[in-house]
């Protein structure tokens, strides 16, 4: 007999809850808030809202369903079966920090504040969780997500984008080329480099894009096209500007061999789960083969 499906609720820490975990108390925490000219009912009833958005998705699981919850900060150790149906309540970072753990569950995103949020991926309310769950079965969405494989197989992988780069603001040091260069490679020195998908193109990959002036198109979330751009490149007689953005289609791959004591590579701003990169070590950034299924 197959088992029912699971539930599985992704949530975060409210604001509310990590101030009085570090204060001690409400009235200390509010009181800590007084001080600097601020009201905590303001963060409380942000915490209410969402409480009572979890209660209310919590309430449409289907009692022959089973649940499990997992708040953001412990999903690198979680372990996501293949019939379970990931529920993300909160923001739309949320959805970007789970899908790197999933192998192609169906996942949900429900807005637990509707107002604060743009909703490009918690694009329903809690009321809807009931009609969204009956629909995991149907078709969904396959949003496109970035890799990164290290050539000691160390693997990353994103929705939003990747940063490759110096652990804190020192700078990075290293040579980039691409698969269909013909091997030509350019020495850099930079503040990292961003590689981004149609998803992160509402996000950081956007910013970027369009503080640069780019020209280039930015593609669509399901498009399997990726967009990369070099930070702050400096040019030196022994580092290069010439190449500091474009495209990767699918098949192709950004080549990065570090010349640092020290880089890192993170996904959606994770930086507590990073790949870990050493002087004369490789890391080609592509397009996944994973996607990422939305419903709704």
Not at 180 to 188: C, I, K, N
């Amino acid at each position: 007999m197959s088992l029912a499906p699971r539930v599985v609720l992704v949530h975060r820490t409210t604001e509310y809850e990590e101030l009085v975990a570090h204060h001690g108390t409400h009235g200390q925490a509010a009181f800590f808030l007084s001080s600097r000219g601020r009201n905590i009912e303001e963060v409380a009833a942000r915490h209410r809202r969402t409480r009572a958005a979890l209660a209310e998705v919590t309430s449409a699981i289907p009692l022959t369903w089973r649940q499990s919850r997992v708040e953001r900060a412990d999903l690198d150790r979680f372990l996501f079966a293949p019939e379970d149906v990931v529920v993300v309540v909160g923001q739309d970072g949320l959805v970007a920090n789970v899908a790197k753990y999933l192998s192609g569950q169906p996942v949900l995103g429900i807005d637990a504040d509707p107002g604060r949020n743009p909703g490009v991926l918690v694009r329903h309310r809690p009321s809807d969780t009931a009609a969204l769950l009956r629909a995991t079965g149907s078709a969904a969405e396959e949003l496109t997500m970035v890799e990164a494989v290290a050539d000691d197989t160390q693997r990353l992988v994103a929705l939003n984008e990747i940063y490759l780069g110096a652990p804190g603001h020192q700078t990075a040091r290293y040579r980039l080329g691409l698969d269909d260069d013909g091997g030509a490679v350019e020495a850099q020195a930079s503040s990292g480099v961003l590689v981004g998908t149609g998803t992160g193109a509402t996000g950081w990959v956007r910013s970027v894009w369009q503080e640069r002036g780019s020209g280039l198109p930015l593609p669509r979330p399901t498009d399997d096209r990726l967009l990369w751009f070099v930070r702050e490149a400096w040019p030196s007689p022994a580092t290069g500007t010439s190449r500091v953005a474009g495209e990767l289609p699918a098949g192709s791959a950004l080549r990065l061999t570090v010349e640092s004591e020290r880089l890192i590579a993170f996904g959606d701003g994770m930086e507590s789960d990073a790949l870990e990169l050493t002087w004369g070590q490789t890391v080609r950034v592509g397009v996944s083969r994973e996607r990422l299924r939305l419903v709704g």
